[in-house]
C-alpha cells in the first residue's frame, strides 16, 4: 500500500461549494413546477449528480483503486435493478376485488 490521500482544502471547499449549488438547483426544480414526471426525473438526476461528487471526494473513490469504484458502480446498478424489477411488479398487478 502506497499510503492513503489526503484530499487539499481547495478540492474539498470546491467540492462543498458544488453541493450546495445543486442544492439550491434542487429547490429551484421545487418552484418551477415542471409537469409531474419531469419534476422527479430533474430532481433524480441533479440527486445523482450529488451523490457522485460526494462518494468520488469526499469517500475519496476518485484517488481509491479502480476495483473499488467498480464494486460501488455495481452495487448501484443491482440497486436499481431491484428497484426496477419491483416497480414493474408493483405497476401491473391486477386491481383487488373490493368485497374480496
Keep these: 500500500m502506497s499510503g492513503h490521500h489526503i484530499s487539499s482544502d481547495k478540492i474539498l471547499l470546491s467540492v462543498a461549494g458544488a453541493l450546495f449549488i445543486l442544492t439550491i ?8 413546477a415542471l409537469p ?4 422527479i426525473i430533474v430532481a433524480m438526476i441533479v440527486a445523482v449528480m450529488k ?12 484517488w481509491d483503486a479502480k476495483f473499488n469504484s467498480m464494486l460501488f458502480i455495481a452495487s448501484i ?3 436499481g435493478l431491484l428497484v426496477g424489477l419491483s416497480m414493474l411488479d408493483t405497476l401491473f398487478r391486477a386491481n383487488p376485488i373490493p368485497g374480496f
Design 25 to 32: 438547483v434542487t429547490v429551484g426544480v421545487h418552484y418551477l
Design 36 to 39: 409531474h414526471p419531469w419534476s
Design 51 to 62: 451523490a457522485s461528487l460526494v462518494a468520488l471526494f469526499f469517500m475519496n473513490l476518485y
Design 77 to 79: 446498478l443491482f440497486l
